[in-house]
């Protein structure tokens, strides 16, 4: 138990889970005042792309030659750390709703939040856990301003904000949190 205990110290989830909690409570605020329409996908975005980055300052440690050297698995923790930190981030925003405003399905919520935390766990592997919240940010920031999802590379595009069951949100979810998790646990974070 010690070891999870330091474990959850050195990547800093006390201080990601405080952000997670606190966006949500704040999105969720914003919902009860009317902010956006019933079944407006952008507030429950952006409650799981502002948790999967906060979650994303975990992904790598405080020494990367010590993790690179421990004499432990770190392929299995990592994507246990991706899939954990996906279900937390995911579970926050369906007990916030819990409370009063209906903001997203079950199933938005899944998939969106699979596929952020695939861009984390690849941000992490391509450029290091201290820029691994660039690709959901970048991602989120172009999906609000694209047009209107009327052709397949558009949908990809505004994938997060489609509703449930859109093949083309579905499949780039997929795509993204397999890619992801598997990029990070194969090679982890980048130095």
């Known amino acids: ?3 999870l205990t330091l474990y959850a110290r050195s990547r800093q989830v006390p201080a990601s889970f405080a952000a997670v909690l606190i966006s949500a409570v704040a999105v969720w605020a914003l919902a009860r005042d009317g902010a956006g329409g019933p079944g407006d996908p952008r507030l429950p975005v952006l409650v799981l792309a502002t948790g999967a980055m906060a979650a994303s300052i975990g992904l790598s440690g405080q020494d990367l030659a010590l993790d ?4 432990i698995r770190w392929a299995l923790r990592r994507a246990a ?3 954990l930190c996906g279900a937390v981030v995911g579970t926050v925003l369906l007990t916030v709703q819990t409370m009063g405003e209906d903001m997203a399905t079950t199933a938005f919520v899944v998939r969106d939040t699979a596929g952020l935390m695939g ?3 690849l941000g992490a592997a391509l450029w290091g856990g201290q820029y691994a919240w660039t690709p959901p940010f970048a ?3 172009f999906a609000f301003f694209a047009p209107p ?3 397949a590379p ?3 595009a505004s994938w997060m904000l489609l509703p449930p069951g859109t093949a083309a949100g579905t499949w780039t979810a997929l795509v993204l949190a397999v890619a992801g998790t598997a990029a990070y646990a194969v090679a982890g974070p980048r130095r």
């Open 68 to 71: 690179r050297t421990a004499a």
């Open 149 to 151: 999802p009327t052709s």
């Open 1 to 3: 138990m010690r070891w």
């Open 119 to 121: 861009l984390v766990a």
């Open 154 to 156: 558009t949908q990809v």
């Open 81 to 83: 750390h991706v899939l």
């Open 139 to 141: 991602w989120l920031s």
